[in-house]
């Protein structure tokens, strides 16, 4: 049983690594350079992949880990999304400016694996992080139902 958690966690590990890969570029270089269907296809298949994934582990254990990865998605979308819409504020104080400067590294781990999605959306990165933090959302909120059923 353990060894089959591993190689469904290790399977979805490659798969968001291979999307990471892909997606970076376009996602720190948008709306300059233009996204393909290829990045769209990469992040619906991890997508994908990854809601079968992890049905298959909630059904067969409580995995606090995979919670607590939503959790973070959950809220680094949101922080992201609040330092885009107060970048122009954040500027003016160095204070704020250092404290939002943290939103980078939370947008390439969490946002930019599924930027390929903005192929469909055409929205600035801010409102992206806002989406797919919706999408972390009901990740977490399927995960607790099967959880507890």
């Known amino acids: 049983m353990k060894k089959k958690l591993s190689i469904r966690l290790f399977f979805i590990i490659i798969i968001y690594l291979f999307a990471l890969g892909m997606n970076f570029l376009p996602s720190i270089k948008y709306p300059d350079s233009s996204l393909s269907i290829i990045n769209l296809i990469i992040s619906v298949s991890l997508l994908v992949t990854t809601i079968i994934k992890l049905k298959s582990i909630v059904v ?72 797919i933090g919706i999408f972390y959302l009901l990740g977490f909120g399927s995960m607790f139902y099967h959880s507890k059923r």
């Open 60 to 131: 067969s254990q409580n995995n606090k880990f995979i919670q607590i990865i939503m959790l973070c998605g959950i809220c680094s979308s949101l922080f992201v999304l609040i330092a885009y819409e107060f970048q122009h504020i954040a500027h003016k104080y160095m204070i704020l400016d250092v404290i939002l400067g943290i939103h980078y590294p939370l947008y390439i781990v969490f946002i930019t694996p599924l930027f390929g999605l903005n192929y469909i959306f055409n929205v600035n990165y801010g409102m992206f992080s806002g989406i």
